[in-house]
C-alpha cells in the first residue's frame, strides 16, 4: 500500500504563473489536508477535503488558491499567479474514514515550491 | 479562530538530559495528536490520545491529554541525538475533522 503520494516534489514557477501541486491519497483514504510550512515554521492548515467536496477552506487566501479531491484523480491545489510570497513547502495528508476520536494523518513526502 | 498553541519554540539539551513540549487549546479537543519531523523531512504521526486524563508511553515518550481536553505535553526521557526533530502536537477542534497543528517545538541534541 502505497503511501501518500506529491508531485511535484519540487517546482519552481516566475512571478504570475501558475503552480499545481498534486496528491494521492493512500488506497482507502477518502479524506485530504493541505498544509502550507515556512522554513522553520509550523504546518499551517489551508484546507479540508472529502470525495468531491470541500468540507473546510478557513485557511486558504481567498484569492489565487484553490483546491480540488474529484470523484476519480489526485487532490489538485492551485495556485494562480503566483507570488514570491508564494514559496513555501505544500503539504498533503490523507486520513480514512473518521471515527468518533478521529484517525491519524498519513503525510506525503512535499512539495517545495519557489517562486523567482 | 481556533488556535493550538505549543511551547517552547526551540530546545537545545544535552544528550542525557530530558525534554518536555506542551501544547494548549483556546478550545476543547475531541483528540490530540503527535508528529515529529526530522529536518528536511515530513511529519510522522507518532500517537494519538483520545480520553480525558489519557497517559501513553512509547519508550522513552511520555504523552499525556489534560482532563480538560485543552492541553497535552510529550517528554522524553534521557534524550539521544536521534530524538532531534521538530515535535508537532495536532488536535481537531470540537467535532469538527479539520486537523490544526500547533507551531512545533524544535529540539536539538548535543552529543
Known amino acids: 500500500n502505497a503511501g501518500v503520494m506529491q508531485n511535484p516534489r519540487h517546482l519552481v514557477r516566475r512571478r504570475g504563473q501558475e503552480a499545481r501541486l498534486r496528491c494521492s491519497p493512500m488506497?482507502?483514504?477518502?479524506?485530504v489536508y493541505w498544509y502550507r510550512q515556512l522554513p522553520e515554521e509550523g504546518l499551517k492548515f489551508m484546507v479540508y477535503?472529502?470525495?468531491?467536496?470541500?468540507?473546510?477552506e478557513s485557511g486558504m487566501p481567498k484569492e489565487r488558491f484553490s483546491a480540488e479531491f474529484p470523484k476519480e484523480g489526485p487532490s489538485i491545489l492551485r495556485i494562480q499567479q503566483v507570488v514570491r510570497g508564494d514559496s513555501a513547502a505544500y503539504f498533503c495528508a490523507s486520513s480514512p474514514t473518521l471515527g468518533p476520536g478521529g484517525t491519524e494523518a498519513f503525510f506525503g513526502q512535499g512539495t517545495r515550491l519557489t517562486v523567482v | 479562530g481556533q488556535q493550538v498553541m505549543q511551547i517552547p519554540q526551540y530546545q537545545h539539551v544535552q544528550e542525557g538530559e530530558d525534554f518536555t513540549t506542551y501544547c494548549n487549546s483556546s478550545t476543547t479537543l475531541s483528540n490530540i495528536q503527535w508528529y515529529k519531523q526530522r529536518p528536511g523531512g515530513h511529519p510522522v504521526f507518532l500517537i494519538q490520545l483520545v480520553k480525558s486524563g489519557e497517559v501513553k508511553k512509547q519508550k522513552r515518550l511520555t504523552f499525556q491529554f489534560g482532563e480538560a481536553k485543552k492541553n497535552s505535553s510529550l517528554h522524553i526521557t534521557a534524550t539521544q541525538t536521534t530524538d532531534v526533530g521538530t515535535y508537532f502536537c495536532?488536535?481537531?477542534?470540537?467535532?469538527?475533522?479539520?486537523?490544526?497543528f500547533g507551531q512545533g517545538t524544535t529540539l536539538q541534541v548535543k552529543p
Open positions: 495536532a488536535g481537531r477542534p470540537g467535532n469538527t475533522g479539520k486537523l490544526i
Open positions: 477535503l472529502q470525495k468531491e467536496n470541500i468540507i473546510d
Open positions: 488506497k482507502g483514504h477518502s479524506h
